[in-house]
């Protein structure tokens, strides 16, 4: 029986022998040529090998001599292909794992299958090693079934060689070793395979020889082991980051194990410190995600001495470890002094970049509520920004800009004009420059918490920030901003009735600027100066009749001012400048102008005709006889009109619409007169006016419809008369509070011709001087008027600016998506009046000015709110200005460079 074996077995055999023989042959060849398109067909001869070679094992007798020949033969023949193995070539497109995990593959199957039936100790140590390294390169090629079967081999030799006798222990310190790297590679591939459960199991068998003969083990063995333990453990924190179930305490217990092998190395092993910090980095991280802050806090500074020792403070990983460090503080709610401490160390280490700026204003956001911290931090970085050179010195702009915002939500405000005081001087200090864009959008938002300030009646703070714009920083930005800023900051003083500080504030400003010389003007009046003081006001005036940008309206507001202050020699003064100042004309503006002259001389008169004691009942009571007289004119007038069986001259009828006009006008004289002498307005004298302004409009417009008159300048008379009558009906509907009504007189106003364009603007005047008109009504008038001066291109560049302005301010300090629409509608229509008007009828610098800063800002206001399509119109409107400015060319690249730095900060990623 057993002779029939033999015969059937040995041809088998023999023919598994001829096929791995002929395999080997033609592998060979194909590996000693170059040709790297030869590997797959190689990695499928090996392959094939293995198989054969596997079968050979699983089918050879238990005698030896009957294949003893075979057996020597295949196993040189492994021992080639492993040495093989060391030697493949690396292509860049082919790292040659594959082939070299296949040669193993192949020379592990033929030296066991040319294994005797009972391997020596040494053998089996041997035969352990190669099963191992094999098992480990198939797992990292993912081929786990094949590797699990070569590890089960392993196993085999494992058990083995553990079992075989070796009484002097001559081999304890190989079998060790070997054991070791067996178990380590189970472990891996264990872990690999998604088998943590086994690996985990592989692991404390490992450490249990570990701990038994660690010194056994040689220090880079020991290294290497803990470097395994500490890439499981990464891999097992990266994939367990996001769960729903944390399970970062997994990724802590092979740490640990990582850590307990590592610390007990000399630092002068070999990468044994690199490694052990790596590994606290790891460590830390993992205690931090298992919300461990204690423990993460206490393997930061065991890392600390390591971090110390390091010459490049500077690299990527030890500012992550930075950033944990102060995420671990944020968490455990530490002091300011710790968190402040973090962000020093982080910013004296990082590489300054628009990028790193970005992190640590996006970090300071969420700490909005601590502004001494907060305000500290940001002092920290941009000391250190104006430590950088140039370029990076940019960065100067976006820190001051985070901190004034930060600054205005303080509700400390002296603590935060303080930090801004400081901030604005370290810069100066440094002679660094403020790009001209940037000292525009730095002024417009200290303007615009000074204007909050100012409505809600705050105005010691308004003050200081308006002041705040004059500080020698803005220089780059001209005189002219930091003029604007301590007038804004001399009105609010006013406010506050703290007249001595406002007069310190204004003379801060050149002496060449009409607006500074009226508001000392104004100044002195509040101050209730008497002869003296008068004399200072008369010079005062003289000076800004002189200044370059002197204004007339200055000078009408000035003569209002001094006749209500009974500055009677301070009045004469003001209405001489005023009469050598008038131009007569037949526009529509100047009559307005010289009408108010003429209420002015008509009321001065008066007071100097009245006695000292005469109350000024008595005067009113004389106003509204002559309205009187001129009511009684127009009742005989109408009566004889429609009497008269005869066709009535022209003349007539204009003598009785100026009847009409001026009963009404003079009571409207009498009760502004009545108002401004009781503090109050009588509501029932006034809707009597308003019902009379009414009927005076319809009995005009009907004068007019039945062509009674004839003459041109009869006509335009008429015309005139209406325009005033709608301006005196704004006015008495704005005292009465009838908004809906005065909508409705606006809308009759802007329908009515050309000649109107003076009530658009007394009707706009009256809106914007009237606190209590409701911003709809305010921002809905400005918008009428403005519509209708256009469309008859009657209105100057320079009222038009202003009253752009005002109703871009009204619409964006509302802040919502559909107010930021109509206001860029308005920017890009001012920009298209810049590019089409004349050189003699520019638009206003500082308007210009205005309209950039305000582009810009609210651009980078709704690229922070993500509203990318409303910063793209925004950022290009700022662009297309920057044509009509002074260093346009310059300042159009510096916004494109922002816009195209800050959309790339805030994209999608």
């Known amino acids: 029986m057993s002779g029939t074996r033999k015969k059937k077995t040995l041809p088998n055999l023999q023919e598994i022998f001829e096929s791995i023989k002929d395999l080997l042959s033609t592998t060979k060849t194909q590996l000693d040529a170059s040709d790297i398109s030869l590997r797959p067909s190689i990695i499928e001869n090996l392959e094939r090998i293995s198989n054969l070679a596997e079968s050979f094992t699983d089918r050879r007798p238990k005698a030896e001599q009957d294949c003893a020949n075979f057996c020597d033969i295949l196993d040189q023949e492994g021992v080639t292909l492993w040495n093989i193995s060391g030697l493949v070539s690396k292509y860049p497109d082919d790292d040659g794992r594959a082939l070299a995990g296949a040669l193993r593959l192949a020379a592990f199957r033929l030296v066991e299958a040319g294994l005797e039936e009972r391997p020596g100790i040494e053998t089996l140590i041997h035969v352990l090693g190669l099963a191992s390294k094999t098992g480990a390169i198939l797992s990292e090629l993912g081929q786990f079934d094949v590797a699990g079967g070569v590890l089960a081999s392993a196993a085999k030799y494992e058990e083995m060689m553990r079992v075989e006798d070796d009484p002097e222990g001559t081999y304890r310190h190989s079998k060790t070793c070997a054991r070791a790297v067996y178990l380590s590679c189970r472990m891996e591939s264990a872990w690999k395979e998604g088998n943590h459960t086994v690996s985990e199991f592989m692991a404390q068998k490992l450490l249990a020889i570990y701990d038994e003969q660690r010194l056994v083990f040689p220090a880079n063995d020991r290294v290497l082991l803990a470097a395994k333990f500490h890439d499981i453990g990464k891999s097992a924190l990266k994939n367990q980051v996001g769960q729903i179930q944390d399970k970062s305490s997994d990724a802590t217990a092979w740490l640990q194990k990582a850590f307990g092998i590592v610390d007990q190395e000399e630092s002068s092993v070999p990468n044994a410190l690199e490694l052990r910090i790596s590994i606290l980095r790891t460590l830390a991280r993992a205690y931090f995600l298992s919300e461990c802050y204690d423990s993460a806090e206490a393997t930061l500074e065991e890392l600390t001495p390591s971090l110390d020792a390091s010459k490049d403070h500077a690299s990527s990983e030890y500012q992550e470890l930075r950033w944990l460090k102060l995420a671990i503080l944020k968490k455990r709610q530490s002091g300011d002094t710790a968190i402040h401490d973090a962000f020093k160390s982080i910013i004296n280490h990082m590489k300054f970049s628009d990028t790193t700026v970005t992190d640590i204003l996006r970090e300071l956001r969420t700490l909005g509520h601590q502004h001494t911290l907060v305000s500290a931090v940001t002092q920290n970085l941009l000391e250190r920004a104006l430590q950088c050179n140039e370029k990076e010195s940019?960065?100067?702009?976006?820190?001051?800009?985070?901190?004034?915002?930060?600054?205005?939500?303080?509700?400390?405000?002296?603590?935060?004009?303080?930090?801004?005081?400081?901030?604005?001087?370290?810069?100066?200090?440094?002679?660094?420059?403020?790009?001209?864009?940037?000292?525009?959008?730095?002024?417009?938002?200290?303007?615009?918490?000074?204007?909050?300030?100012?409505?809600?009646?705050?105005?010691?703070?308004?003050?200081?920030?308006?002041?705040?714009?004059?500080?020698?920083?803005?220089?780059?930005?001209?005189?002219?901003?930091?003029?604007?800023?301590?007038?804004?900051?001399?009105?609010?003083?006013?406010?506050?009735?703290?007249?001595?500080?406002?007069?310190?504030?204004?003379?801060?400003?050149?002496?060449?600027?009409?607006?500074?010389?009226?508001?000392?003007?104004?100044?002195?009046?509040?101050?209730?100066?008497?002869?003296?003081?008068?004399?200072?006001?008369?010079?005062?005036?003289?000076?800004?009749?002189?200044?370059?940008?002197?204004?007339?309206?200055?000078?009408?507001?000035?003569?209002?001012?001094?006749?209500?202050?009974?500055?009677?020699?301070?009045?004469?003064?003001?209405?001489?400048?005023?009469?050598?100042?008038?131009?007569?004309?037949?526009?529509?503006?100047?009559?307005?102008?010289?009408?108010?002259?003429?209420?002015?001389?008509?009321?001065?008169?008066?007071?100097?005709?009245?006695?000292?004691?005469?109350?000024?009942?008595?005067?009113?009571?004389?106003?509204?006889?002559?309205?009187?007289?001129?009511?009684?004119?127009?009742?005989?007038?109408?009566?004889?009109?429609?009497?008269?069986?005869?066709?009535?001259?022209?003349?007539?009828?204009?003598?009785?619409?100026?009847?009409?006009?001026?009963?009404?006008?003079?009571?409207?004289?009498?009760?502004?007169?009545?108002?401004?002498?009781?503090?109050?307005?009588?509501?029932?004298?006034?809707?009597?006016?308003?019902?009379?302004?009414?009927?005076?409009?319809?009995?005009?417009?009907?004068?007019?419809?039945?062509?009674?008159?004839?003459?041109?300048?009869?006509?335009?008379?008429?015309?005139?008369?209406?325009?005033?009558?709608?301006?005196?009906?704004?006015?008495?509907?704005?005292?009465?509070?009838?908004?809906?009504?005065?909508?409705?007189?606006?809308?009759?106003?802007?329908?009515?011709?050309?000649?109107?364009?003076?009530?658009?603007?007394?009707?706009?005047?009256?809106?914007?001087?009237?606190?209590g008109c409701p911003v709809n009504v305010l921002c809905g008038g400005l918008e009428a008027v403005l519509h209708a001066t256009l469309d008859h291109n009657s209105l100057s560049l320079e009222k038009y600016a202003r009253w752009l302005r005002a109703i871009c301010t009204i619409t964006l300090a509302r802040n919502t998506s559909a107010d930021r629409l109509k206001a860029i509608g308005y920017v890009e229509q001012a920009v298209s009046m810049m590019e089409n008007s004349d050189a003699d009828k520019a638009y206003p610098m500082d308007e210009r000015f205005w309209l950039l800063a305000t582009s810009y800002n609210t651009g980078f206001e709704c690229l922070e709110a993500s509203s990318l399509n409303e910063a793209k119109r925004w950022f290009e409107a700022s662009t297309v200005i920057c044509r009509f400015v002074p260093g346009g060319t310059e300042r159009a690249e510096k916004i494109s460079e922002t816009y195209a730095q800050l959309l790339s900060r805030y994209a999608p990623t």
Not at 456 to 466: I, N, P, T
Not at 660 to 668: K, L
Not at 730 to 755: C, H, R
């Open 394 to 771: 940019e960065s100067v702009d976006r820190v001051l800009l985070s901190l004034i915002v930060h600054c205005s939500k303080d509700e400390v405000h002296s603590r935060a004009m303080e930090v801004i005081g400081k901030a604005f001087t370290s810069v100066c200090e440094t002679n660094t420059e403020l790009r001209s864009i940037s000292a525009a959008a730095c002024l417009s938002l200290l303007w615009q918490y000074g204007d909050r300030h100012y409505h809600g009646k705050r105005w010691s703070q308004a003050a200081e920030w308006f002041a705040a714009g004059g500080h020698p920083l803005f220089k780059v930005h001209g005189s002219s901003s930091a003029s604007k800023s301590y007038r804004k900051a001399a009105l609010c003083y006013i406010e506050q009735r703290e007249y001595s500080r406002s007069a310190a504030v204004i003379r801060s400003c050149p002496s060449n600027e009409a607006a500074t010389h009226y508001l000392a003007f104004l100044i002195a009046t509040y101050q209730g100066l008497e002869d003296e003081g008068n004399i200072a006001l008369i010079v005062s005036m003289h000076a800004m009749v002189n200044a370059p940008d002197f204004d007339r309206q200055m000078l009408l507001l000035a003569t209002k001012i001094s006749h209500e202050s009974e500055m009677k020699n301070v009045l004469l003064a003001i209405l001489e400048a005023l009469l050598t100042t008038l131009k007569i004309s037949k526009s529509g503006e100047t009559v307005i102008e010289a009408m108010a002259l003429l209420r002015c001389i008509i009321r001065l008169i008066l007071k100097l005709l009245a006695e000292p004691i005469a109350a000024r009942s008595t005067l009113i009571d004389s106003v509204e006889q002559i309205s009187a007289l001129f009511d009684i004119s127009k009742d005989m007038l109408e009566v004889y009109c429609q009497a008269s069986p005869v066709e009535v001259e022209p003349d007539l009828y204009v003598h009785l619409m100026n009847a009409f006009f001026s009963g009404v006008a003079g009571r409207v004289f009498a009760a502004r007169e009545a108002s401004s002498a009781n503090g109050s307005i009588n509501a029932k004298q006034i809707r009597e006016i308003s019902a009379e302004i009414k009927s005076c409009k319809a009995r005009i417009s009907q004068i007019i419809e039945s062509n009674k008159i004839t003459g041109d300048d009869e006509l335009l008379r008429s015309q005139y008369f209406l325009h005033t009558l709608r301006v005196f009906e704004a006015e008495i509907l704005a005292q009465l509070s009838d908004w809906d009504q005065l909508l409705k007189t606006i809308a009759d106003a802007v329908t009515s011709g050309q000649l109107a364009v003076a009530t658009y603007e007394a009707i706009a005047d009256i809106l914007w001087e009237e606190k």
